[in-house]
């Protein structure tokens, strides 16, 4: 069923190259694949298309599947292919660089495609009322921005009516969570053109971010975990011993000096991890040894890629390198699955995990990378929790498992990661004394629990739809006096409740009550407390609490007792 409804979301791109055609008929065609929950075609239009434009499309697309049109394969020579698409130079381009002297293509109707399939056998296979025309988008052909934007046209595609319906509202509903939007309204972070991919912090931002770095740093300090600090900038050299210069460099920026040297803004933390292991001679009894770091990098992503937090230029992670001997591996792991499950626990988030292999371009031996894949098989097959293989997936120095979570909308993002590496400690001749006085090469595990940083935070913003637990909110409790004659008290509960380190908010505009407990409740914060006449003759707060309403008075001593517990739970 799953691989007929892909032939059904491909035969479609080819529907709609088609239906732009006869309307179009100056287009000339680029690519147009199946994808996850549909489909795409990017076209070069001789005009630009507007949002309305695409309903006409679509009626066209159901008047030639109306056809019973068929789906005829058939395997062409170059030269006759060059021919058939002599009017299509996006076309040309790809029969020019197909490997081998012949060529497939697809016929449905009148429209031909350069395509090796495979599609659906007739149009009669695809129900007009389960696929629809979503967005147009600009896309630089085959990727690359030294090549012409062409239009994307999206469009949505289901076996069912139903499928269609439910994943159109869940698409509203990420509309209203999309966290570039929330991140505006409630004031957490922006961005400038100036500084493309890299947020600005904004207050209240700032705060949940110091919150998550704080507790991730209170809970490794605990774990045994000691923090480092290292240069933002390094000569070339040191990416040149790690192995990053040749299978890295083209996502850094660099900088060449006066001198003719060259540096690098640093896209990650393990170089410098293990420059720090290697200052001084180290024995068997430091291992494990936990290195953490959570130091800013920068990574150079094709503008085109960018998406608010979700993919930056700069960015965090709450990073750590932990050196220890093979025997260990197990048991260290056992270690970081268990924060793992404390930390996702805590924002009630599922999660899985994927085991990423030896990718084509790798460092180091088979035979390694092997016995390093192994190891992790065996691990995630006694974690007993659920993991999926992809092979390829791994860093170019070693296999690594990702965290894969999902969110209230169901669906599944990456995460932090765990890499098992063999290779680096290698190129960085790193050893340690054994206990028996031998030198020996130490493992290192490189692993994130967050990610990065802001992309956590981007993700979690949509998750809670921007209502943060109260331990992470940068507002936990709003005060709002019924009129003017109240603000001295008002000011007074705002005074105690800071000395007890709860973020307050005292709403004190010249507003009308609603008005203030309305824009108040916009911005989600946890607790709004109301104070008039009763509240002060009982020195006592109205407490409305999110999602559940006017909750009562209760005594000031009471409500402080009450949302400090949740704070320290995290709640």
Not at 284 to 309: A, C, I, Q, V
Not at 426 to 440: E, Q
Request: proline share 4%; net charge positive.
């Amino acid at each position: 069923m799953e691989n007929n409804i892909d032939k059904i979301r491909h035969s479609l791109a080819h529907v709609l190259a088609s239906a732009v055609l006869e309307i179009y008929s100056k287009t000339k065609l680029g690519m147009g694949p199946a994808v996850e929950n549909g489909f795409y075609y990017d076209f070069d239009l001789p005009k630009s298309l507007e949002p309305s434009d695409l309903e006409k499309i679509e009626e066209k697309m159901k008047g030639i599947i109306s056809k019973n049109q068929k789906f005829i394969k058939k395997d062409v020579t170059k030269l006759a292919a060059k021919k058939l698409f002599k009017d299509q130079p996006y076309k040309l381009e790809l029969i020019k660089e197909l490997p081998g002297k012949n060529v497939s293509i697809y016929a449905n109707g009148d429209f031909t495609d350069l395509c090796k399939g495979p599609h659906i056998k007739n149009t009669s296979e695809i129900k007009p009322n389960t696929f629809k025309l979503t967005k147009i988008a600009g896309a630089y052909w085959k990727g690359s921005e030294k090549n012409k934007m062409l239009t994307r046209i999206y469009g949505l595609a289901f076996q069912t009516e139903k499928e269609l319906s439910d994943y159109i509202k869940m698409l509203q509903e990420v509309e209203k969570r999309d966290h570039r939007k929330l991140g505006q309204k409630l004031e957490l972070y922006m961005f400038h053109e100036t500084a493309p991919g890299m947020a600005y912090w904004l207050p209240k931002g700032l705060i949940i971010f110091n919150e998550l770095v704080n507790f991730w740093r209170e809970e490794h300090q605990k774990e045994g975990y000691q923090e480092i600090k290292s240069p933002l900038i390094n000569k070339k050299e040191l990416y040149q011993i790690s192995g990053h210069w040749d299978h890295y460099k083209e996502n850094m920026f660099l900088s060449e000096t006066e001198e003719g040297e060259t540096y690098g803004l640093k896209p990650m933390n393990c170089p410098n991890a293990m420059v720090v292991y290697e200052s001084r001679p180290r024995s068997y009894k430091e291992l494990p040894l936990r290195l953490s770091d959570s130091d800013t990098l920068h990574r150079f992503e094709k503008s085109g890629t960018l998406n608010g937090l979700l993919r930056v230029r700069e960015f965090s992670q709450d990073d750590a390198h932990i050196f220890v001997k093979e025997e260990q591996i197990e048991e260290e792991y056992n270690r970081i699955l268990a924060i793992i499950k404390k930390f996702y626990s805590i924002f009630n988030i599922e999660y899985s995990f994927r085991l990423g292999t030896r990718p084509k371009d790798f460092m180091g031996d088979a035979k390694s990378w092997s016995k390093a894949e192994l190891a992790l098989k065996n691990i995630l097959e006694k974690s007993g929790k659920k993991y999926t293989i992809e092979k390829g997936d791994g860093s170019f120095y070693g296999p690594k498992i990702d965290i894969l979570m999902k969110d209230s909308l169901k669906r599944e993002w990456q995460m932090g990661t765990i890499q098992l590496d063999f290779q680096i400690p290698k190129k960085f001749n790193l050893k340690y004394i054994d206990s028996d006085g031998k030198t020996k090469t130490p493992v290192v595990i490189h692993r994130v629990v967050y990610g990065s940083i802001e992309r956590f935070i981007g993700i979690l913003t949509e998750h809670l739809a921007g209502a943060f637990p109260v331990w992470l909110s940068p507002v936990q409790a709003a005060i709002v006096p019924i009129s003017e004659k109240h603000g001295d008290y008002a000011k007074k509960i705002e005074k105690e409740l800071k000395e007890k380190n709860i973020r307050t908010e005292l709403r004190n505009e010249n507003e009308t009550l609603g008005k203030k407990i309305r824009e108040a409740e916009m911005q989600k914060i946890p607790y709004l407390l109301v104070v008039g006449d009763k509240e002060i003759s009982a020195n006592a707060v109205s407490i409305r609490e999110r999602g559940k309403g006017d909750i009562g008075a209760v005594k000031l001593e009471k409500f402080i007792e009450k949302i400090t517990k949740e704070i320290q739970e995290k709640k």
